[in-house]
């Protein structure tokens, strides 16, 4: 079956940077829009960037300013460029995709999430 897979989470020092990728474990039909929520120790999940397959973009408030969302279609792959990392960016960041993996209907799936720590 059909599974999205992130990479790219780690430790990092405030200040620092992180590029995040994630794409299907295998080819799929197609994909219309992507994107990356995040979930941090008892909080709240919250939508940290969504991208379309046309690269329409949007972020959540905190997160315009400092992160990047991109894709490369023929990859069926997004990213997530993280600068200027802070201590609150600290939490399980999970992708998530609207796929099509027979042609019949579109359905959202969800990867097992990458940890991010923002720590000295």
């Known amino acids: 079956q059909v599974q999205l897979v992130e990479s790219g989470g780690g430790l990092v020092q405030p200040g620092g940077s992180l590029k995040l990728s994630c794409a299907p474990s295998e080819r799929v039909f197609s994909i219309n829009d992507m994107g990356w929520h995040r979930q941090a120790p008892g909080k709240q999940r919250e939508l940290v960037a969504t991208?379309?397959?046309?690269?329409?973009?949007t972020y959540g408030s905190s997160m315009k300013d400092r992160f990047t969302i991109s894709r490369d279609n023929a990859k069926n792959t997004i990213y997530l460029q993280m600068n200027n990392l802070k201590p609150d960016d600290t939490a399980v960041y999970s992708c998530y995709a609207d796929l099509n993996a027979s042609g019949y209907a579109y359905g959202d799936y969800w990867g097992q999430g990458t940890q991010v720590t923002v720590s000295s």
């Open positions: 991208i379309t397959k046309s690269g329409s973009t």
